[in-house]
């Protein structure tokens, strides 16, 4: 699986992005998907996952209600809406592929991982 992050940018706080990760290769719908940032001086941390079929969800505490994971397994790309930014939000953000239904926050369980979009929250 190739994955393809997109959608970063510059964006004052309090405002809204969305993040995409197109994938190819092997059957999309067969992976769990996850979110994770990167900000300069600090380890990768988790933000979100779904699972295959998009039914299932969970998210880092700091997240939750402001970003929401879905998934288009028609199209096989897996999308983050992020409202009500803040800048500790500030980071690289990676999108990542895990062979099986199983979710998980651990970055070492997934197989697959995007190159990275960078969201900068500022005003």
């Known amino acids: 699986v190739q994955l393809q992050a997109s959608g970063g940018g510059l964006v004052q706080p309090g405002g809204s992005l969305r993040l995409s990760c197109a994938a190819s290769?092997?059957?999309?719908?067969?992976?769990?998907m996850g979110w994770f940032r990167q900000a300069p001086g600090k380890e990768r941390e988790f933000v979100a996952a779904?699972?295959?079929?998009?039914?299932?969800?969970f998210y880092r505490d700091s997240v939750e209600g402001r970003f929401t994971i879905s998934r288009d397994n028609a199209k096989a790309t897996v999308y983050l809406q992020m409202n009500s930014l803040k800048p500790e939000d500030t980071a690289v953000y990676y999108c990542?592929?895990?062979?099986?239904?199983?979710?998980?926050?651990?970055?070492?369980?997934?197989?697959?991982w995007g190159q990275g979009t960078l969201v900068t929250v500022s005003s």
């Open positions: 290769g092997r059957t999309f719908s067969t992976y769990a």
């Open positions: 779904i699972s295959w079929s998009g039914g299932t969800t």
């Open positions: 990542a592929a895990r062979l099986g239904e199983t979710m998980t926050r651990r970055p070492s369980l997934y197989d697959y």
